[in-house]
């Protein structure tokens, strides 16, 4: 008979072998990592997210607060632009507007250079970055950074450029005042003496107002009292004292006029001020210059 054996007997314990030990750790410990990946994924993603939100909140403000300090500055320029522009024939010196000229060369580059960051800035505002969760936010901490090169901290210094421009235009501005009074000083004066007809202008004592004769706006003179020395060049500007005074802008000739087959409705009509003369005295030759009062 064979023995049987004790049923209180252990069974002897087989041992794991190595190389499953092995396999099952790796295992675990690749269930960990994966779940660790799992939590901080997502994590990292939320992180650089809300950086990225924080970035592009204060790149606006940023924008917000240099845009109308560039507007401002543009404003000025403008001013300062045309009043080169308006200038120009109207100054006894050219240094003035020369002077001016620089400044705003100057000023419009430095304007233009904020200008510039503020248009790489929106654009690169605009450019939204890739935002999946497996990406765990590498895109958006890498535009978040991006947005934070964009100080536009020069803005703060547009008010300072354009005040200098404020010395040259007002140094302009006098040169232009200058010019007109040298101008006034030497612009022709013509006096409206009277009011009447030939007594009047057989009188020679300045021009007579023809209007009431004429029904429209005209003074005159005879050529030998003062009518070879009117201005006829368009463009030019007089002063009229007496009857009719201000400063008038002359027209030109606008008419010849025969004075023994002329009426009055051959005289040109549309002017302030109509001037009338016989040239070199002969009334066949009867001048008609128009005049606009611009002041």
């Known amino acids: 008979m064979s023995a049987t054996p004790p049923s209180d007997l252990a069974t002897p314990h087989t041992p794991i072998p190595v190389t499953r030990r092995r396999v099952r750790l790796g295992l675990t410990l690749g269930a960990v990592l994966i779940a660790a990946v799992a939590v901080m994924v997502p994590a990292l993603h939320f992180t650089a997210q809300g950086d990225y939100d924080a970035a592009r909140e204060s790149l606006a403000v940023k924008q917000s607060t240099a845009a109308p300090l560039v507007d401002a500055a543009r404003s000025t320029l403008a001013d300062a632009q045309t009043l080169l522009q308006t200038s120009a024939g109207r ?3 050219e240094m003035p507007r020369t002077r001016l000229a620089d400044a705003i060369v100057t000023a419009d580059r ?7 960051d503020i248009a790489a800035s929106a654009a690169a505002a605009k450019n939204r970055p890739q935002s999946g969760v497996l990406l765990a936010g590498f895109p958006m901490r890498h535009s978040a950074s991006v947005l934070a090169t964009f100080m536009l901290d020069d803005a703060a210094t547009l008010p300072a450029v354009t005040s200098t421009l404020a010395v040259p235009m007002r140094a302009l501005t006098e040169a232009v005042a ?5 101008q006034k000083r030497l612009r022709y004066t013509n006096n409206v003496a009277a009011a009447g007809w030939y007594p009047e202008l057989d009188a020679c004592i300045g021009s007579v107002d023809l209007t009431e004769r004429y029904g429209i706006p005209t003074i005159a003179e005879h050529w030998s009292c003062g009518g070879r020395d009117f201005p006829s060049k368009a463009g030019t500007l007089i002063e009229l004292t007496g009857l009719h005074s201000g400063t008038y802008r002359v027209d030109g000739i606008l008419a010849m006029l025969n004075q023994s087959t002329a009426t009055t409705a051959d005289l040109p009509r549309g002017y302030d001020l109509l001037y009338q003369t016989c040239q070199n005295g002969q009334s066949s030759s009867m001048s008609i210059t128009g005049l606009t009062k611009v002041d």
């Open 91 to 93: 100054v006894l010196d």
């Open 110 to 116: 430095r304007v233009g250079a904020v200008e510039d």
């Open 178 to 182: 200058a010019w007109e009074a040298e």
